[in-house]
């Protein structure tokens, strides 16, 4: 049994003797903090040290001994346990020069670039091209459906949200009455505060709106929950199972986008009317003036586009947070990185596919 004290020491070895100094005792985590200090105080440059009485030696101890070698000392007696400890470390090896980082060039550049566009660009269209052929087997066969888990992305991602929801609807529509009805109220055309929200509400705000808010809290939430899946090696798991992940996973989370987001949208526009209601009803307009006001400025096609454009953003809410959890890296930062991705080019995309119904509905005189 090992009765040597719990410290270690560096001293200065006699003159005539083969080695300038001795290193003696334990060299372990807690005793080689102030030595260390010490010899890079006591020793510079070629050094004899003996190491005959060092009785322990642990990872510490042989980084002492491996930064003792590197200065320059040369270390004799070692134990062979011990000296087997610094060799592993290989102390002769000298250090591999670092790399210097340089930018590459402008060609090279643009052509990693074009090559990661085109990538991307072909894991659409194979997810796209997925996700039509399982629609159209859908179609033929009902069953094949996963309709629990269908039913709880439904709740997930339309009852759940409904608070929320509801608040900012709530919101935008008392601001829009407010922001409108102060600047009318000078012509006194207050009524026409009624006509404006209806018509904002129905054709752009609220789908406009619920998507957004879809974008951050359910668009999101798939990205992360499949990134996660792909993460754990379940995504591969379901493969050798002999189950597609775009039928077992995607579908349903797709359908359930594309059915809540109209409903969320409908839910946000009457929120949103019966609160710009309210703040006219303090301008002294009643309710039942203000809701003639927006049946006879709305009709039934602003109330279609509205949800026809709703259930596009909601199908491509789905669809991109998908897709980004499929198409998740290795490691827990590549779930963060899909999901801020998911989010921002749900964003982008939902701005273009609007400007492009704002331009179809004029087209088309809706």
């Not at 060092?54 to 930064?67: H, Q």
């Not at 055309?189 to 752009?204: D, P, Y």
């Not at 991705?341 to 400007?355: F, M, S, Y």
Request: glycine residues 10%; hydrophobic residues 50%; neutral net charge.
């Amino acid at each position: 049994m090992d009765t040597t004290p719990p410290f270690a020491s560096l001293d200065a070895c006699p003159p005539g003797s083969d080695a300038d100094f001795a290193l003696s005792g334990r060299l372990e985590l807690s005793t080689v903090s102030a030595l260390w200090q010490e010899t890079r105080q006591r020793i510079a440059g070629p050094t004899r040290i003996d190491a005959s009485k060092v009785s322990a030696c642990d990872g510490a101890g042989a980084a002492l001994l491996f930064d003792l070698h590197r200065q320059g000392a040369r270390i004799a007696g070692l134990r062979p346990e011990f000296q087997r400890l610094l060799d592993s470390l290989e102390p002769d090896k000298p250090f591999a020069p670092g790399k210097l980082a340089h930018r590459k060039p402008l060609l090279i550049r643009a052509g990693q670039f074009l090559h990661d566009w085109l990538l991307e660009l072909r894991q659409q269209i194979t997810f796209t091209g997925a996700i039509a052929a399982d629609l159209a087997d859908l179609v033929r066969h009902p069953r094949n459906l996963r309709w629990q888990d269908f039913l709880r992305q439904c709740e997930l991602t339309g009852a759940n949200a409904l608070p929320i929801i509801s608040l900012i609807a709530f919101l935008i529509g008392v601001i829009l009455a407010f922001q409108s009805a102060l600047p009318l109220r000078q012509f006194g055309a207050e009524i026409f505060v009624a006509n404006l929200l209806g018509l904002s509400l129905v054709r752009e705000m609220g789908p406009l709106i619920t998507a957004i808010l879809l974008a951050g809290r359910t668009g999101a939430a798939f990205a992360a929950e499949i990134g996660t899946m792909k993460v754990n090696e379940e995504v591969n798991a379901l493969t050798t199972f002999g189950f597609d992940p775009v039928r077992f996973l995607v579908l349903p989370r797709l359908l359930a986008g594309l059915l809540m987001a109209p409903l969320l949208t409908a839910c946000a526009e009457i929120v949103g009317l019966v609160a710009g209601a309210l703040v006219l009803e303090g301008f002294g307009i009643p309710f039942n003036t203000f809701f003639h006001q927006v049946a006879s400025s709305t009709n039934l096609a602003d109330f279609v586009g509205g949800m026809v454009k709703a259930a596009v953003f909601g199908l491509e809410i789905a669809a991109i947070g998908c897709l980004r959890g499929l198409a998740t890296g290795a490691g827990a930062s590549a779930v963060g990185s899909s999901t801020t991705r998911a989010v921002v080019q749900t964003l982008v995309i939902l701005v273009v596919t609007d400007g492009l119904f704002a331009m179809l509905y004029y087209y088309l005189k809706i």
